[in-house]
Structures are given as structure tokens and as C-alpha cells.
């Protein structure tokens, strides 16, 4: 029987995506299981994930346009500023059937954040003057302004119907076991979790092919390999042009030691890479159009906008990876190389200030993920680690002409949790958008390094991390400090189907960021799971 812990972790971390086609091929076997002869096991597990969550000073990352003034609240941009008061919920319930020893299907589906209270950027049309330059049709852009409705992952709850049919998982598993009963050989297709290069490159859900061929556990060679092809996509529409792939061989030193090497590719078909042109745009709007009057400051902004291009690149990844044990402490880490080359085209940027048909950057980036823990007792636990995102300027300040070298490493939806504001972590972790993404804010890269503190009696666990945070490269006019961030963390299981948690985080702000604003975030998690099996 294999555990549904082991077809993927059911936490409100990441909203969960899937295939029509694998559902309804998954509801096929379970019809016809009953009439075969087939010794079926079974799984099942509902869970129901609740945050309430009070946040101080936020960062805005959004350039928004202050109707009353009728101008660009420059100052509100990158600023911690947003006050919020929050409930959510991710309601989830996932199988999984082993129809035969070599044969199994599962499935998972999930709600998605749901916000009651959903926060959103009321859109306004942008007061273009009629002497305005290179600007075609209207222009809509978030205003200073909110509304308030109900949202599951962050969009109205029709429009995330619509795109997930709010289903996760849906695949078949087919596997090889030894003597062991563990799988020597196992290929999963249909719509799964995949991550690749610890969450550096991508952690998310999409259309795939996987397999895993462990020689180790044959018996023949301590060497384990790997392959993947997967098409991420957030929806049922878009995302088969854009394929992923992943290769990887590992050499097993022992149960928690290995060195390997990875190898992965993507090819933008359907504008991912776009989605780079309006952060630097928006930059332009906060730094170098803020020196001209109210109006143009306007009239430029909506032609940057009306040019937006369209895409093509190709990027490859070239890494290792390693896990060592040196008495009691573990040491782990990754380090990557990608490079490639972006084309955005199709633009008629003809403003007063600018003039471009095209960018055409090539792209060197690296990324080094390394982490030490030691064991002081079974319960307790100390670590550090380190992180860093390869950053660059953005190409339409600095100057940069086609061709010219791109230097921030490039992802296609990572996924970070060294500390839970400026990252991902935490217990309200959170769904990265499905785009291409370049490292740090604003693409000027990630330099981290923290001490992480973990003790973890029977049914209790608390944990401390501390950190400071730098850009590869600095803001428009500022420094390279990000800050510094703490995060403390308690988590109880009350009973089997009753988890509580509790987290309070608070982020200083370094000289990156316009205003320096204590950042606090405060959560409160009740979780509620129950499984059954036959």
C-alpha cells in the first residue's frame, strides 16, 4: 500500500491544478475495478486548512494610479504600507487506488486559497492625453483604490473554476518492486506535482511524464536516474507550447547521501517571457518618468504599455547536487548554472522617450543553495543556510542594447521558503503565479543567509529562523539591503484529525525600499484531516 502522504504533501501551499482527461480516466478504473480480479487498496483523506492572519505594512508591489490626484502614487510603489485583516480556507480531498501491485491512480482535488474578504486593485482607465505618442486604444491599471469579494486564489472564484475545474492531481502510477516492495521503476502521467532543483527552477502542477529508475535497489549500481517532462501550466487552456524537461542521475552514497548531477531546458511558446517587460516598464514609471509633468508622466507609461511584445527563449539549467553526513551535522546544497537567450518582439515602442522594436538579451545566470544542520539531541536541532539568486539592472535604465548580457537567473515558477515574508514560508505558504520569473525584486537577485533553530518533541513542534536579505544589484538610487527578518513558529497535534499552529513574523526593512516600515505578520492555523483506507 503506498501512502497518500507519498503522492504529495496536502497542505494549503500551493493551489492545486489538473486534467479533465485524467479524472475522468481515473473514474473509468474505479468503475471497472469491481468486475475484474484485481485486489484493490484504497485511500482517502479530506482535510480542511483554516488561516486567520493579521498583517502590518505590506509591501505594495503593485505602481498604482491615484484617481483623486490624477497621477502615479510613485511613492507608494515597493513600500511598506498595506494593512490587512484575513481569513482564508483550502478545502482538500485526495485518493488514491492500487488496483494491481504494479498499477495505481490518484487523485486530488483542491479549492484553492478561498478569501471571503478577498482584497483586489479596483482597474481604471488610464487619462490619456489626445496628443499622447505611440499609445493605442485604452489603457486599464490598478488604482490606489480596492474592492472587496470573494476570491479563490486570488481571482474571482468563477474565473478559478473555469481554469482548474478545481481539480489538483489526476494520474496513473506505474511501478516495479523488488524484494523490498519499493519501486525500483515507477513512471507517473497525467496532471502531477513536479519540482525540479529544489523548488530553484520549479515547484508547481502541470501535464507530465515522469520516471525513476533506481539501480541502487536492484542491486546492480549505487545510481539512481531520473527524467521528466512537464508542461506547466495554472490552466486547462494554455501552457502545452512551453515544455520543461529535467534530467538527473544520482550517485547513493548511503540512506541520506547522494551527489548528482541535473540538466533541464524550457522553451517559452506562448509569451512567458513577456511577462519580464512590464516590471521594467513599471520601473521606468517610478525612476525615469517622474522627472517629466503629471500628463506625460502618463502618456509615456500607456505607450510602454501599448507596446507590450510578445516572446520567444530558450534557457537551460546545468546543476548538482549533494547530501553529506559528517558526524551529526547534514549538509546539503545545489548549485546552478542557466543561460540562454530572450527575444521580445513584435513592439512599436514609439514614445517621446523611447524607441525600440525589439530586445534580444542573452541570459548568464547562476544560483547556490547550501544548508548545514546538526542534531543536538533527537528533539533538538540547529542550521544554517544560505542562498543566492544571481540579480541585473534592469536593461531599459541601464541602456542596454539587443544582445547584451542578462545576468539574473532565470526560473520558470520557483518556489522559496528560507523565511516566510520575503519568501514563501511559513503556514500561510502561497501559490507563485504561473509566469516566467527572474530571482529577487525586481530581478536585482537574492543574497541570504539565516540561523534556523527547530525543537520537536512528541506531538509539539516550535522553530526560530533569523535572516539577513541583500540584492545581487541595487535598487533605483538605493542600496542593496533588503533587511532583516524573524520568524517564530509553533505548531500542536491535538489529535490525529486536529492540528493547531500559531507563527508571528516581523521583517526590517533595510535602504532597498523607499520607506522603512516594520513589516509584522501574525497567523493563527486550525487544520482539520481525516483518512480512511481499505
Do not use: C
Not at 503506498?2 to 479533465?20: E, F, G, Q, V
Not at 496628443?131 to 491599471?141: K, L, P, Q, R, S
Not at 517610478?286 to 517629466?292: D, K, L, N, W
Not at 537574492?446 to 533553530?453: E, H, P, Y
Amino acid at each position: 500500500m503506498i501512502p497518500i502522504s507519498d503522492i504529495t504533501a496536502l497542505r494549503p501551499r500551493r493551489l492545486l491544478r489538473s486534467s479533465a482527461r485524467g479524472l475522468a480516466l481515473v473514474a473509468a478504473l474505479a468503475t471497472l475495478a469491481p468486475t475484474t480480479a484485481w485486489a484493490i487498496d484504497w485511500e482517502l483523506q479530506l482535510s480542511l486548512f483554516n488561516r486567520f492572519g493579521l498583517r502590518r505594512n505590506l509591501v505594495e508591489h503593485q505602481l498604482r494610479f491615484d484617481v483623486p490626484s490624477n497621477a502615479f502614487d510613485v511613492r507608494g510603489y515597493l513600500t511598506p504600507k498595506i494593512d490587512e485583516l484575513s481569513y482564508s480556507f483550502v478545502a482538500v480531498a485526495g485518493g488514491y487506488l492500487q488496483l494491481t501491485k504494479w498499477l495505481g491512480a490518484g487523485l486530488i482535488l483542491n479549492s484553492g486559497q478561498m478569501r471571503p474578504f478577498g482584497r483586489s486593485a479596483r482597474f481604471v482607465t488610464l487619462p490619456i492625453s489626445a496628443n499622447a505618442t505611440g499609445v493605442v486604444g485604452d489603457i486599464y491599471w490598478p488604482s490606489t483604490a480596492d474592492d472587496s469579494t470573494f476570491t479563490a486564489n486570488g481571482q474571482r472564484v468563477s474565473a478559478e473554476a473555469r481554469q482548474s475545474y478545481f481539480i489538483d492531481e489526476a494520474f496513473l502510477r506505474f511501478s516495479a518492486t523488488g524484494e523490498s516492495d519499493e519501486p525500483w521503476l515507477r513512471i507517473e502521467v497525467g496532471r502531477r506535482a513536479a519540482r525540479i532543483a529544489n523548488g530553484l527552477i520549479f515547484n508547481d502542477y502541470g501535464l507530465a511524464i515522469d520516471g525513476t529508475l533506481d539501480l541502487e535497489l536492484k542491486d546492480i549500481a549505487p545510481l539512481r536516474f531520473g527524467a521528466q517532462l512537464v508542461f506547466p501550466s495554472r490552466n486547462f487552456e494554455r501552457g502545452y507550447r512551453s515544455p520543461l524537461v529535467e534530467l538527473r542521475v544520482n550517485w547513493v552514497l548511503s540512506f541520506l547521501e547522494s551527489v548528482g548531477l541535473l540538466f533541464a531546458y524550457f522553451r517559452d511558446g506562448e509569451d512567458n517571457f513577456s511577462d519580464l517587460y512590464q516590471g521594467w516598464v513599471t520601473e521606468l514609471a517610478q525612476g525615469r518618468f517622474t522627472q517629466m509633468s503629471a500628463q506625460d508622466h502618463i502618456d509615456e507609461f500607456a505607450a510602454a504599455l501599448s507596446a507590450f511584445p510578445r516572446s520567444v527563449g530558450q534557457i537551460f539549467w546545468f546543476g548538482v547536487r549533494g547530501n553529506k553526513l559528517l558526524g551529526d551535522f547534514l549538509l546539503s546544497g545545489t548549485a546552478l548554472l542557466s543561460f540562454g537567450k530572450i527575444e521580445l518582439f513584435d513592439m512599436e515602442l514609439l514614445s517621446r522617450q523611447l524607441r525600440l522594436t525589439e530586445i534580444e538579451l542573452t541570459t548568464l545566470g547562476f544560483a547556490v543553495d547550501l544548508s548545514a544542520r546538526y542534531l543536538i539531541t533527537d528533539e533538538l536541532s540547529i542550521g544554517l543556510w544560505f542562498l543566492m539568486l544571481s540579480g541585473e539592472a534592469n536593461p531599459l535604465l541601464a541602456g542596454q542594447t539587443p544582445g547584451n548580457r542578462y545576468g539574473s537567473f532565470i526560473s520558470v515558477v520557483p518556489y522559496l521558503t528560507h523565511t516566510n515574508i520575503f519568501f514563501s514560508g511559513g503556514l500561510n505558504e502561497t501559490f507563485n503565479g504561473r509566469s516566467s520569473s527572474s530571482s529577487g525584486i525586481n530581478a536585482r537577485g537574492v543574497i541570504a543567509s539565516g540561523l534556523r533553530a527547530t525543537w520537536d518533541p512528541k506531538d509539539f513542534e516550535l522553530s526560530f529562523n533569523a535572516a539577513a536579505l541583500l540584492s545581487d544589484q541595487p535598487s533605483i538610487g538605493r542600496s542593496r539591503f533588503y533587511g532583516v527578518e524573524f520568524d517564530m513558529q509553533a505548531r500542536y497535534e491535538v489529535t490525529k484529525w486536529l492540528n493547531l499552529a500559531a507563527e508571528y513574523d516581523v521583517l526590517l526593512p533595510g535602504d532597498f525600499f523607499l520607506e522603512h516600515r516594520v513589516i509584522h505578520q501574525a497567523l493563527i492555523g486550525i487544520d482539520f484531516k481525516v483518512g480512511y483506507e481499505g
